[in-house]
């Protein structure tokens, strides 16, 4: 069955517009989507892989390396050899919350080294993302020896194998995307601080949007070829934006201006770190230039600073009021 099209997506403007940005400008660490049930995370999430414009990587190699990048970090180009190039859709790996380590990190090829006497790595499921996406479904049920390992890897874009005699490393850079649903358990800060944007999803209240999915639901289940066929137009376009805005990315400007209101925003907000700042300006960035934009504005900052903030706050006693609630506080006053 063909993928759920992103633009037949109802509503959630929030985790669309936090995907695209995300697909302009990988820097901007990832996005997290916590929300009900049945919301449409995994199918967005999903979409949005159909939807992405391929990508150039060297034939053969099981780390997807650019052609145009250095081979020494990579144990199969740095080999030696022509490195030929095609393009290949990018990369959207799930990681199974059952997965073991050895399968996430890689491991010892047994096959070749029982019948040849060869220790060869057998590359895993960080190896597969490698310039692509990694999804984690329920990720704040994730075990905690995988929250460690992701966290190491995030921060280097290197994944190192110690184990069974091997000792290799590959790049591993991806752009982590996270699901789940905050009833079943919340996620541990130090991961929670690595996603660049946190999304809030809820069921729909109104009965337009209702009537609007589940329309939208029961159409593609009963004819999903003609359902896709019907929004090819609509998913082309999004895909030209999304080039687009790559090649217009570099020269969009971020003002001083801009970046002392980023600032007066995470000061009033009492965000450790400089993270929220930097976040703020790469995905301002990335937004302006989804919007055609060459300079970053007031608007742009407005915009994506709940998802950019709301999960970096600390929490206060004294204050019942949710993180989105603040965050929109804090925007009253700093841009009043």
């Given at each position: 069955m063909?993928?759920?099209?992103?633009?037949a997506?109802?509503?959630q403007?929030?985790?669309?517009q936090?995907?695209?940005?995300?697909?302009?400008?990988?820097?901007?660490?990832?996005?997290?989507?916590?929300?009900?049930?049945?919301?449409?995370?995994?199918?967005?999430i999903?979409?949005?892989?159909?939807?992405l414009?391929?990508?150039?990587a060297?034939?053969g190699?099981?780390?997807?390396c650019?052609?145009?990048?250095?081979?020494?970090?990579?144990?199969h180009?740095?080999?030696?050899?022509p490195?030929?190039?095609?393009?290949?859709?990018v990369?959207?790996?799930?990681?199974?919350?059952?997965?073991?380590?050895?399968?996430v990190?890689?491991?010892?090829?047994?096959?070749?080294?029982?019948s040849?006497?060869?220790?060869?790595?057998?590359p895993g499921?960080?190896a597969?993302?490698?310039?692509g996406?990694?999804?984690?479904?329920e990720?704040n049920?994730?075990?905690?020896?995988?929250?460690?390992?992701?966290?190491?890897?995030?921060?280097s874009?290197?994944?190192?194998?110690?184990?069974?005699?091997?000792?290799?490393?590959?790049?591993?850079?991806?752009?982590?995307?996270?699901?789940?649903?905050?009833?079943?358990g919340?996620l541990?800060?130090?991961?929670?601080?690595?996603?660049g944007?946190a999304?809030?999803?809820a069921?729909?209240?109104?009965?337009?949007?209702?009537?609007?999915?589940?329309?939208?639901?029961?159409?593609?289940?009963r004819?999903?070829?003609?359902?896709?066929?019907?929004?090819?137009?609509d998913d082309?376009?999004?895909r030209?934006?999304i080039?687009?805005a790559?090649?217009?990315?570099?020269?969009?400007?971020?003002?001083?201006a801009a970046?002392?209101?980023?600032?007066?925003?995470?000061?009033?907000?009492g965000?450790d770190?400089?993270?929220?700042?930097?976040?703020?300006?790469?995905?301002?960035?990335?937004?302006?230039?989804?919007?055609?934009?060459?300079?970053?504005?007031?608007?742009h900052?407005r915009?994506?600073?709940?998802?950019a903030?709301?999960?970096r706050?600390?929490?206060?006693p004294?204050?019942?009021s949710?993180?989105?609630?603040?965050v929109?506080?804090?925007?009253a006053?700093?841009?009043?």
């Amino acid at each position: 069955m063909p993928t759920f099209p992103f633009s037949a997506i109802v509503g959630q403007d929030e985790m669309r517009q936090a995907l695209l940005i995300a697909a302009v400008d990988p820097a901007v660490g990832g996005v997290l989507v916590f929300g009900d049930r049945g919301t449409g995370k995994s199918t967005a999430i999903r979409a949005l892989a159909a939807l992405l414009p391929p990508m150039a990587a060297v034939i053969g190699c099981p780390y997807n390396c650019d052609p145009a990048s250095p081979a020494d970090l990579c144990p199969h180009c740095a080999a030696g050899g022509p490195r030929k190039s095609q393009k290949k859709p990018v990369p959207v790996v799930d990681l199974p919350l059952g997965a073991t380590e050895d399968r996430v990190v890689g491991t010892l090829d047994l096959e070749r080294a029982l019948s040849a006497g060869v220790k060869a790595f057998e590359p895993g499921l960080l190896a597969r993302a490698n310039r692509g996406f990694l999804y984690i479904d329920e990720v704040n049920l994730l075990e905690d020896h995988l929250v460690d390992l992701l966290l190491d890897v995030a921060a280097s874009g290197v994944n190192t194998v110690e184990r069974e005699g091997l000792s290799l490393r590959h790049p591993a850079r991806f752009v982590l995307v996270g699901s789940g649903n905050p009833e079943e358990g919340e996620l541990r800060p130090q991961l929670l601080d690595r996603f660049g944007l946190a999304c809030e999803v809820a069921t729909p209240t109104d009965i337009a949007t209702r009537i609007a999915v589940v329309r939208a639901r029961d159409a593609y289940e009963r004819n999903p070829d003609g359902f896709c066929a019907a929004h090819a137009k609509d998913d082309a376009a999004i895909r030209k934006r999304i080039e687009a805005a790559r090649k217009r990315l570099p020269s969009v400007t971020v003002p001083d201006a801009a970046l002392e209101q980023a600032a007066r925003l995470c000061l009033a907000l009492g965000t450790d770190g400089l993270r929220g700042e930097l976040t703020l300006m790469r995905t301002a960035r990335a937004l302006a230039a989804l919007d055609g934009a060459t300079t970053v504005t007031d608007d742009h900052l407005r915009r994506i600073a709940p998802a950019a903030l709301r999960h970096r706050l600390r929490r206060n006693p004294l204050d019942e009021s949710g993180s989105t609630v603040r965050v929109e506080r804090a925007l009253a006053e700093v841009f009043a």
